[in-house]
C-alpha cells in the first residue's frame, strides 16, 4: 500500500471516488415505458376481476347445492306419486273387486225381494186386495215399503221372517259396500292428483334451478376469460418493463464502462501514472466491456454467450495471452495483486483459498472504481458489478 495506507484508507478513497463518478453522471433517464403504476394498475384489475370471479363461483357453488337439494326432493315427489300410481292401480282392482261383489250383493237382494213376493203371494193368494190390510201390503213404496210394513204383520212365521231378515242384512251390506267403495275410490283419486301436482311442481322447480345455474356458469366462463386477459395483460406490462429496465441498467453500465475506459485504468488509490495510454489489461478490459448483455451459459467461452471463466479467457486472448477455461488455473496464471495496486485488466478472484484450486468459483475482470466486469450466474448477463463481495479472495494480473 502507497505510503503506509491502511486498507480502510484504500476504501475510504474507493467510496470517495465512486461518490465523484456518481455525481458527474447526467440525471437519470426517464421511468421506462410501461411505468410501474401502469404495471400495478393492471395487477389491481386482475385482483378486482378475480374477486368478481371468485364470487361468481360462490355463487355457483351454492346454486348447485340447491339445484342437488331440489334434485333430491323432486326425486322422492317423483317416486310418491310413482307410489300413488301402484296404490291407484290397487284401488282400481279393489274397486272393480267390491264392483262384483256389489253386484253379487244385489243379486241377492233381488233373490230374496223375489222370495218375499212370493211368500206375500202364498199367504195372501185368494185374499180381496181391496181389503185394507192387503192394500196395505200392496201400497206403493217397492220391497222395501213392504216389508216395513209386513214387519208389522204378526200373523207370520219364522221362515217368514228369517227370509224378510236376509232381505235387510244384503241390502244393508249392498250399501255399505257401495258407499266404502266410492269412499276409497274417491279419496284414491284425490291422493294421485295431488301427488301429480307436486311431481309437476319439483320438477318445475329443478328446471328453474338448472336454468339459474346455468347462467351463473355463463357468468362465471365470462369472468374468468376477463381474469385470464387482465392476467395476460399485466404480466405482459410486467415483462416489458423487466425488459425495459434490463435495458436502461444495461446502457448505464455501458456508459459508465465507456467513460472509465476513456479516463484510462485506476488502481484502488488512484489513477495510473500511465494517463489514458492503453496497456494490455486496458485492451482485456475493453474487449470484455463489449460484451455486456450477452447472456451467460454454463462452460460458455463465446462469440454469443459466456461463462465466468470463458469470458476472462476470450479477453485476454484478445492480446496474446493464453488462459484455461477454468478458474484453477486463472488463478495461477500471473503474479498476485495487492487489491490497492489493481489495473484495469486484472482477474478477480472468489471463493475460499484452499489446496482444491476447485474451491474457488468465480471470476471477474476489473475495470477501476472498485467495479468489474463478469459473467454472473445462469439467468443473468455479462454485466458490470462492485469488485467488493464477502467472498473475494484476491487477484491476478496474466502475463
Given at each position: 500500500?502507497?505510503?503506509g495506507e ?7 478513497r ?5 461518490c ?5 453522471c447526467?440525471?437519470?433517464?426517464a421511468?421506462?415505458?410501461?411505468s ?5 394498475e ?5 385482483r ?9 363461483s ?5 346454486a348447485?347445492t340447491r339445484?342437488e337439494?331440489l334434485?333430491?326432493?323432486?326425486g322422492?315427489k ?8 301402484v296404490?291407484l292401480?290397487q284401488?282400481k282392482?279393489?274397486h ?22 212370493m211368500?206375500a ?6 185374499m180381496?186386495l181391496?181389503?185394507?190390510m192387503?192394500?196395505m ?5 217397492g220391497v222395501?215399503g ?5 214387519g208389522?204383520?204378526a ?8 227370509t224378510?231378515?236376509?232381505?235387510r ?10 258407499a266404502?267403495?266410492?269412499?276409497a ?7 294421485f292428483?295431488?301427488?301429480?301436482e307436486a311431481k309437476?311442481?319439483a320438477?318445475?322447480?329443478?328446471d ?11 357468468e362465471?366462463r365470462r369472468?374468468q376469460?376477463?381474469?385470464d386477459?387482465?392476467?395476460?395483460a399485466?404480466?405482459r ?5 423487466e425488459?425495459?429496465?434490463?435495458r436502461?441498467?444495461?446502457e448505464?453500465?455501458?456508459?459508465l ?7 484510462g485504468g ?10 489514458s495510454?492503453?496497456?494490455m ?7 470484455a466491456?463489449?460484451?455486456l ?5 454454463w462452460?460458455?467461452a ?14 485476454w486472448?484478445?492480446?496474446g ?11 495461477t496464471?500471473?503474479?498476485?495483486i495487492?487489491l490497492?495496486q ?6 478477480l478472484f ?5 489446496s482444491?484450486?476447485g474451491?474457488?468459483h468465480?471470476?471477474?475482470?476489473y ?10 450466474q445462469?439467468?443473468?448477463v ?5 469488485m ?12
Open positions: 500500500m502507497r505510503g491502511s486498507m480502510h484508507t484504500v476504501k475510504k474507493l467510496l470517495v471516488a465512486c465523484l463518478l456518481v455525481a458527474t447526467p440525471p437519470a433517464a421511468e421506462p415505458a410501461p410501474a403504476g401502469e404495471v400495478a393492471a395487477r389491481a384489475a386482475v378486482h376481476r378475480a374477486e368478481a370471479l371468485g364470487a361468481a360462490v355463487r355457483l357453488a351454492n348447485h339445484l337439494a334434485v333430491a326432493e323432486a322422492r317423483v317416486e310418491a306419486y310413482n307410489g300413488q300410481l296404490r292401480e284401488a282392482a279393489r272393480a273387486a267390491a264392483t262384483v261383489r256389489l253386484k253379487a250383493a244385489e243379486a241377492k237382494v233381488a233373490e230374496a225381494s223375489a222370495a218375499v213376493s211368500l203371494a202364498q199367504s195372501y193368494g185368494g180381496d181391496s181389503n185394507p192387503v192394500g201390503l200392496s201400497d206403493e213404496g222395501p213392504y216389508l216395513h210394513r209386513a208389522m204383520l200373523s207370520m212365521g219364522d221362515e217368514q221372517g228369517e224378510l231378515k236376509l232381505v242384512d244384503t241390502q244393508e251390506v249392498a250399501a255399505v259396500l257401495r266404502q267403495t266410492q269412499e275410490y274417491a279419496e284414491q283419486q284425490d291422493a292428483r295431488q301427488a301429480q309437476a311442481a320438477r318445475a322447480a329443478v328453474r334451478q338448472a336454468r339459474e345455474a346455468k347462467l351463473i356458469e355463463a362465471k369472468l376469460s376477463r381474469v386477459a387482465a392476467r395476460s399485466a404480466e406490462l410486467a415483462r416489458q418493463r425488459e425495459a429496465l434490463e436502461a441498467r444495461l448505464r453500465e455501458a456508459r464502462a465507456t467513460r472509465l475506459a476513456h479516463r485506476a488502481a484502488a488509490g488512484g489513477w495510473d501514472a500511465g494517463g495510454s492503453a496497456t489489461g486496458d485492451v482485456a478490459a475493453d474487449w466491456l463489449s460484451q448483455g450477452k447472456p451467460y451459459v462452460a460458455a463465446g462469440p454469443s454467450s459466456y461463462d465466468c471463466s470463458g469470458l476472462t479467457m476470450r479477453a486472448e484478445q492480446v495471452v493464453r488462459l484455461d477455461h477454468w478458474t484453477g488455473t486463472q488463478w496464471s500471473g503474479p498476485h495487492p490497492d489493481l489495473r484495469r485488466g486484472d482477474l472468489f471463493g475460499k483459498l484452499t482444491n484450486p474451491d474457488i468465480h471470476v471477474g475482470m475495470i477501476g472504481r472498485g467495479l468489474m466486469v463478469h459473467a454472473p445462469t439467468g443473468d455479462v454485466r458490470v458489478a462492485s467488493w463481495r464477502r467472498d473475494l479472495v484476491g487477484a491476478t494480473r496474466p502475463r
